[in-house]
Structure formats: C-alpha cells, structure tokens
Antibody, heavy 123, light 111 residues
C-alpha cells in the first residue's frame, strides 16, 4: 500500500524555523518526484514546493521562495521541508503529496496524500 | 486570490447533474496544461477524482467526468448522491509561476 506519513509540525513563533518530514512507503520512492501542499485553516489548497527524483531540480511557490527548502533522502525514503523565517500566514496543514507518474512533481496530478501535519505560527 | 477561479459553491438535488467550472488563463489551462480534480471531505486529505483533463483513477465512479475547452475546464457529476457533498478543487500547471496551481475550491451541497 502506498503511504505517506508527515511529521514535525507544531507551534512556533514568527521568525523561527521548523523542519517537516514525510516518510514514504509502498512504491519505488526514488522513481518519483514529490511535493508539499498546504491548506490554511478553512481555506483552499496551495502547492508549496516540489523536488524531482534525484534532487536535481526543485521548484517553489512565490510565497515561500527564499524561506523554504525542499530536500529528500532516497536511501531513507524521506522528503523534507525546511521552513525558515516563518510568518503567521504560513499557519496551515502541510501535506506531502506523490504525483501519479514518475517525472516532474509540479505539473502532474497528486494521486497519494499524507494525513498532513499542522504548523501554527503565533507569538 | 487563486490563479484558477472556481465558483465558491454549487448545489443540486439527489439524482441531478451539476457542473463545477475552473477558469484559468493562457499561462495554465489555455496553454494546454492538464487539469486535475480533487474531492475533499471534511477533516480528510484530498482525493484525486480526475487526472489529465478527462481520466478517472480506478475506483472513481463514472458519474464523475472532466472536460476542458480553451482556458476553462469543468467537472460534471451526474446522479448526485448525498455522499458527494464535499469540497472540490481543480489543479493545473502555470508556466508563468513555474509551479502547480489550485483553484479556490467549490463547496458542493446536496439538497
């Protein structure tokens, strides 16, 4: 069974950092790009960042560019989201998402989602 | 303000047909990039309903169908059922933003 399990969320003050993790299982992880998608409370979905299978290319939403960094460890089957200089508006449920097909993770559909990890940025 | 525009809400009676629109621009849907659709029940992760404009993943009933024309796409749901009540999102790629974009979401109410 394809499974994604996020962790690392929590309450953090504005300006601080947090690192999210996503553990993947049930599929050939190093064949697939991966993405992070967030959902602010009672709001819609927002794609945040994506990384291709070998970390050779990454992409970010303008709202997080320069503050967030996506990375992956194919040996451990993990994808990470390092979030620096956090803002109140980064408060959201962060989902790890696997694209339907191998290749670019930011122009494909997302066939598998984790349960999400909540990040709350507040003083 | 979402790059892809969806109506905030739609409604229909059981058994009826409803459509949800998703309007983009020349840098996303109009450029030929695929449109995908998701269903999200309260408190759960989104579920893929339609991929590549018109394709259904296995397990998705054929009551759900997708179409695309110009800078817009639509999700049609026929034979509405109470369990279809959920939020629906469209998604595509935007070449100007060099990333994936979602619509603002549409809440479907089954009357």
């Amino acid at each position: 069974e394809v499974q994604l399990v996020e962790s690392g969320g929590g309450l953090v003050q504005p300006g601080r950092s947090l690192r999210l993790s996503c553990a993947a299982s049930g599929f050939p992880f190093d064949d697939f790009g991966m993405s992070w998608v967030r959902q602010r409370p009672r709001k819609g979905l927002e794609w945040v960042a994506g990384i291709i299978w070998d970390s050779g290319d990454k992409a970010y939403a303008d709202s997080v560019k320069g503050r967030f960094t996506i990375s992956r460890d194919n040996a451990k089957k993990f994808v990470y989201l390092q979030m620096n200089s956090l803002r109140v508006e980064d408060t959201a449920l962060y989902y790890c998402a696997k694209p339907l097909s191998p290749g670019s993770p930011w122009d494909d559909s997302f066939s598998t989602w984790g349960q999400g990890t909540m990040v709350t940025v507040s003083s | 303000q979402s790059v892809l525009t969806q109506p905030p809400s739609v409604s229909g009676a059981p058994g009826q047909r409803v459509t949800i629109s998703c309007t983009g621009s020349s840098s996303n849907i109009g450029a030929g990039y695929y449109v995908h659709w998701y269903l999200q029940l309260p408190g759960t992760a989104p579920k893929l309903l339609i991929y590549g404009d018109t394709n259904r993943p296995s397990g998705v009933p054929d009551r759900f169908s997708g179409s695309k024309s110009g800078t817009s796409a639509s999700l049609a749901i026929t034979g509405l059922q109470a369990e279809d009540e959920a939020d629906y999102y469209c998604q595509s790629y935007d070449s100007s933003l060099s990333g994936s974009v979602f619509g603002g979401g549409t809440k479907l109410t089954v009357l």
